[in-house]
């Protein structure tokens, strides 16, 4: 960026970006891009709203949100794509949710079931088949502890009746059979996906009372909720909940069992990563059981050691204390040796991220951590509420944008040319053939995890390679 | 840098992790490792594959994707072209992902994103505005437009969607928009690429009384992007004309030189518009050409040869095929590089003379890679193709029939991956060929794969190389040769066999 007051050149490139659209469309994403200031309190964007059509937005649907993200990763349960082929299919091992088990024995996470609708079942219904397919399900797989049904667009307009299904072959096999409405056509992007699963979960699982295994009651039970453990995240966020003291009754749904989920009534706090895609859980956890949870996040120095405390302050001295004593000891010390490894190497450079509902707010401290300050941001499906939770992590006058679509995108990288793009494997290709360093922020392009202590290294470790590649420096030819 | 940092790969393998994963497993009703331990052996028998075969409505791993995505590849060999989706956003961008995934390369295709109300209401509105948006914003040459299930179900009528939407001046009148119906419940992906191949040719194609020289060449849903540059090196070899109708392989190959451009070389829409005027048309794939290849016998009356390039003998069905379409003689050029391949499998079959192989992909594929493994002397056993159809089955059984290395030859159509899993542990082979879903049954069953198919997500530009042609079948000849000696060295590692000498 030239010398130019920061926030008019933001302000200059929102007006360049509307005035490429025809009248109804600029009038339209001019309530989802805002430039703003640093003291700013307020967020005016208007989010979680219909796509524009033909923009070529990054969504996906609330299938994607349900399956992919919310039921998906339950290890001990059949998810059955309910519908025809391709959803399960390009969803098929496409967000890497680790889970430890034995593939199609006892864990059945990469797997793609699916009912396979032809146009018969489209003609006359899939319920009877689905029932059928259920059975055969739990024969070839018996030691799953449950199935989910996750409904694709054509279910729902057809008027089967999951829900019948789902209830006779509950009883019929013995095991909670979970219906999940989740047809793409629902809602405006994953986030009503995740919505409708909460609450699947919440009447198929919790008002059924489905029961967990005995727990040994304990002041510092604790509920890991919302880390999906993509690359094994949950694993080094349980690691430091453990090693506070805490112990970790039930983790969700990031490497989870049918018994862990249903013990999270059984926690006396609840701890909520991701809070975009299961607040609604917590919330109703905390009506129905009065179990309190608290918001956290542990992605780099600054918000580990202030998630910590934040989570120690809900226990007694003696959790405190632990807390304090590991952060000094054993924390402090691993994180100072990946600052000073680190931080000379990305100082100073600027980034772009755009993901999900939640974690570029999560993901901006961490990189401030390691020097990096994130200027343009936004999220694909986040509602009004986490754009103002936004604005208490941003201290410098950062570009927003709600639903960003390739034409924008574009736009802001000839623009503002930032030295680092965050975001999901759709923007990667197209940004790299710009010479942009890029990084998948959804997969973490395969590596990972980035939650925790150990997370934080494997993050810095990854961005540093994104922005020193030696490749970056080849883009031109030596004759031109 | 001091201390290695240690991510996924080794991170959690050390006593922290697996101590608390040990204590995890108290809170997660997990079985017993004799109970898992039991099961899986149970799952090998022939007990669990006789039930695995019986089920009727349950499909596991399945091999196929559907309709909308075969299109959209259809239609990015297209100059200019933006593929479009009539439905969900979620839909274009599954699709987008799977492709880019494989490839590595940007794949832009937009979307009306129809929900509820267009779900209640019809999902006129949202194309129109989805047309202008892509139109003005993306500025392509032509926009071809797919279904998905939803827009299918409740419907849609594309032809008057698209008239009206050049009547109300959404988009200009002259602009061409192709549209293909792909609904997601009927067929696969490469039935989605026949319908929008034969859409976009009937929509565009402007017959003239005069043929030209030029051969029509469409190469079927083959995700090989050398392929595309080696069918025209055969054309020129023969100093004869090709049509080669969908090419994609600028717009999946572009450099990284600082810009992006959306839309990269691909079919031009004059030679498009010519398509109906060449002498003859030269089809690389069957399965996933069948409407195409009859609507261009019927409807422009051209003659239309179908071969299955692959290996020597598929190889020479495909010149042969230009030789005869062209009238011109085989250049010395192809009968040196046949030479080539015969000599080099001469050289490297014994390692794979006797061996049994397990095969699946997509059919026109599968049949080219059994007869390329035949070729070496393999045997191929299992011949899985969830994609397939009766008619394929049959005439497979009937082709395969032909071969002595295929005495042992089982066809499996319309099944999925976990039937190839009782059959892999029930009647093992020594090598399974498919794409990266089959490293899971590589695990399970310890049988050595070697990635040939789509989609290749776990491996890095396998789709840039040949396996079409002599060339091809060099370099898949390549592939299942080095694969059998890496297993047969990981297998002899510690053993006097350890040789140096293959």
Redesign the interface.
Known sequence: MSGKNVHEHGVEVMEEILEGYNDGTAKDRKKKIEVVKAEDVKCGINANRKIRPGVMSMRGCAYAGAKGVVFGPIKDMIHISHGPVGCGQYSWSARRNFANGTPGINNFVTMQITSDFQEKDIVFGGDKMLTNLIKEADQLFPLNKGVSVLSECPIGLIGDDIEAVSRATSKEIGKPVVPCRCEGFRGVSQSLGHHIANDSLRDWIYEKEVKGVEIEDSPYNVALLADYNIGGDAWSSRKILEEMGLNVISQSTGDSTVSEIANLTKAKVVLLHCYRSMNYISRYVEEKFGIPWVEFNFFGPTQIVKSMRKIASHFDEKIQQQTEKIIAEKYQPQFDEIVSKFKPRLDGKNCMLFVGGLRPRHIIPAFRDLGVQVVITGYEFAHNDDYARTLEYVENTTFIVDDMNEYEMEKLLENFKPDLVGSGIKEKYSTQKQGIPFRQMHSWDYSGPYHGVDGFKVFARDMDMAVNGAIWKKITPPWK | ???K????VS??NGC??QD??A??A??????TDA??QE??EW?KTQE?RD??FK????????L??????GGLFAAIGFEGTMP?VH?????A??????F??HF???F?????????D??VFGGHN??Y??????????SPKMITMVT???SE??GDDMNSFVKNAKEQGYIPADFPVTFAHT????G?HIVGYDNTMMAILSQMGQKRDHKNDKINVIMGFDTYLANYEEIKRIFKLFGAEINLLSDPSETLN?????????YRGGTSLDDLRDAPNSKGTLLLQKWSLLKTAEFIEKEWHQPVKVVNPYGIEGTDELIMAISELTGKPVPAELELERGQLVDAIADSYYWIHGKTFGINGDPDLAYGLCRVVMEMGGEPIHVLVSNGSKDWEAETKENLSKYEFAKGAQIWAGKDM?HF?SLLFTEPVDMIIGNS?AK?LE??TGIALCRIGFPLQDRHHLHRYPTIGYKGGLQMMTWIVNRMLDDIDKKTMYTTSYDILR
């Not at chain 2, 940092?5 to 996924?8: E, G």
């Not at chain 2, 572009?254 to 959306?262: H, I, R």
Request: hydrophobic fraction near 30%; proline fraction near 6%.
């Open positions: 840098m001091s201390e940092i240690k991510d996924h991170l959690f922290e992790y608390m994963f204590e995890k108290k809170y997660e009703n997990a079985e109970k898992v099961t899986l799952t669990y039930l695995n089920r009727q409505d349950l499909v596991v791993n399945p196929k994707a559907c309709q909308p995505s479009f439905g969900s956003q979620g839909c961008s599954y699709f987008r992902s799977h880019m995934r590595r390369e940007p832009p295709t937009s979307c009306d994103a129809m929900t509820e267009a779900a949202a194309l505005l989805g047309l202008q948006n892509t139109y003005e914003l993306y998905s299930c939803m179900v409740i609904p997601s419940f009927v696969s572009s450099p990284t030189d600082g810009e992006y451009k959306m976990w899993r879903y899971y695990r399970d």
